[in-house]
């Protein structure tokens, strides 16, 4: 077992910067539904008493592992509710995210501002990770505590290609947030708004 354990842990170490297209350390927005700026929320401080948030954050995969293996919780959460998936979705790092979701790590789990890994994927324009996301079954019309999906977030921030993968994967741009807009309504251009157009006619 302790043999099994360290060629896991020196594949995952050699693989780690590979997998880790790392987008800096640009934190999730709380996003604004009523046409405002966005606020940037917590910045990406992760509570030291839950190690694997701490290590997705790093881009370490080697450590995720190891710590996964010794035992600890998957879904483990930092102060600010942040999952160790969450900061893979923010880093399009699909090798933690693999190493997460297969040892049960739960997708819908909800950050403070109830956002899931895919929020943070489709706002990071992550598409490594939305894809993998998806394919796991992560529900793509999730809602936050402001009733925002992942395909308004994208919208938002012009995320085209984004967008398309989202709209492939079943979500629905007639959804409504909790003011009454839907994605197109979120839109930062009219060829944002023109592409979900097109998705909500499908």
């Given amino acids: 077992m302790i043999v099994f354990r360290a060629v896991l842990l020196a594949a995952c170490l050699a693989l780690a910067p590979l997998a880790a297209r790392a987008q800096g350390s640009t934190p999730l927005l709380d996003t604004t539904p009523n046409g405002g700026n966005t606020i940037p929320f917590g910045g990406l401080n992760p509570d030291l008493g839950n190690r694997i948030p701490a290590r997705a954050q790093a881009n370490n995969a080697g450590d995720v592992l190891g710590l996964v293996l010794d035992g600890d919780s998957v879904d483990g959460a930092d102060s600010t509710g942040r999952t160790g998936l969450m900061y893979a979705a923010i880093n399009n790092n699909m090798l933690i995210g693999k190493i997460l979701l297969e040892h049960g790590a739960h997708c819908d789990a909800r950050d403070k501002f109830g956002n899931t890994a895919l929020h943070w994927a489709a706002q990071n324009n992550s598409l490594d990770m939305i894809r993998q996301l998806t394919v796991f079954g992560c529900p793509v019309d999730a ?60």
């Fill in 143 to 202: 809602q936050n505590r402001q009733g925002v999906t992942p395909l308004m977030m994208a919208a938002e921030k012009g995320r085209s290609d984004a967008i398309r993968m989202l709209i492939a994967a079943k979500a629905d741009p007639r959804l409504q947030d909790y003011t009454g807009r839907d994605a197109v309504g979120w839109a930062a251009n009219g060829t944002i708004a023109q592409l979900l157009t097109k998705g909500a006619a499908r």
